[in-house]
């Protein structure tokens, strides 16, 4: 009996935590520190929306949810969960982007320093190279460079410039570059071979990432087995014995079995993503 009241109340602390939070963080939202934050970050990808936009479309992504849930005959203490977390939409688009672009990014510098150090070998001067590398990229890395020129149009150095693109882009190889650059521009030396072993040095990373990604395959596969399966299985018996299964969201024994279950999942998904993540 102590035992039961004591996993009762931690339960109810645990949901007063969450709940807590989720209020907090709608708070945030609301008084616009979190849109201005998101507005910034999609500014930084080159896509210009303001932060009421973004609010709206929120509420928006959050009531469309939620009526699709009714729709669907959800259990009605799901529907308010099913609404905040569609308030999220916003933030995980803008994080999905921001991995995506890294991970382009991270892909086309290889070649495209080798271009710049085959320029240079050529002839032709830092600046005047950089000019050209630019305008034969793809997107996003053809983007970002022709801010970079921008800035050295406007006086910045170049290594200046590039570390302003490492922040934008939040990419340690390009810290690297612009590491480079600085100590050319302060000690001398040839820049087109620095670049060039630069470029093989990054490479030679990516492939090693690749394999890495190759060989923990299933250990990610099976995450996203271990975190989706409950779910399904909860989602079908909620289907096919519906009288049986509201037992979990009508009484308080149910709703601490379904708090217990969330935190097992996340806590086993947490642990299998960190073990297969494996840093270059």
Not at 54 to 73: E, H, M, N, P, Y
Not at 199 to 224: D, F, H, K, P, Y
Request: aromatic share 4%.
């Amino acid at each position: 009996m102590l035992i039961a009241a004591a996993f009762m109340a931690f339960a109810a602390l645990a949901v007063a935590l969450l709940l807590g939070r989720v209020m907090v963080g709608t708070a945030r939202w609301c008084s616009g520190a979190l849109g201005r934050r998101t507005e910034t970050d999609l500014a930084q990808l080159f896509v210009f929306i303001s932060a009421r936009n973004l609010l709206a479309l929120a509420i928006a992504a959050s009531a469309a949810a939620v009526g699709i849930g009714f729709v669907l005959d959800v259990p009605m203490p799901l529907l308010p969960v099913i609404g905040l977390a569609s308030l999220a939409a916003p933030r995980l688009t803008v994080t999905v982007l921001r991995h995506r672009r890294k991970r382009r990014l991270a892909q086309q510098l290889p070649d495209a320093l080798a271009l710049w150090a085959g320029l240079l070998r050529a002839g032709q001067g830092a600046a005047q190279a950089l000019a050209q590398m630019s305008a034969r990229q793809a997107q996003p890395l053809g983007e970002e460079l022709r801010v970079v020129l921008a800035q050295l149009r406007l006086g910045a150095s170049m290594d200046v410039a590039f570390l302003g693109l490492q922040e934008r882009a939040q990419l340690a190889d390009l810290r690297l570059l612009a590491i480079l650059l600085q100590a050319n521009r302060d000690l001398g030396g040839n820049l087109a071979e620095s670049l060039h072993r630069l470029a093989g040095l990054l490479r030679a990373r990516l492939l090693m990432e690749s394999r890495i990604a190759a060989l923990t395959a299933q250990g990610r596969l099976q995450g996203v087995v271990v975190g989706a399966l409950p779910l399904l299985l909860l989602v079908v018996l909620y289907a096919m014995e519906g009288d049986t299964m509201r037992v979990l969201h009508t009484t308080v024994q149910g709703w601490a079995t379904l708090l217990v279950m969330g935190v097992l999942e996340m806590t086993g998904f947490l642990l299998i993503r960190r073990i297969v993540r494996i840093d270059v």
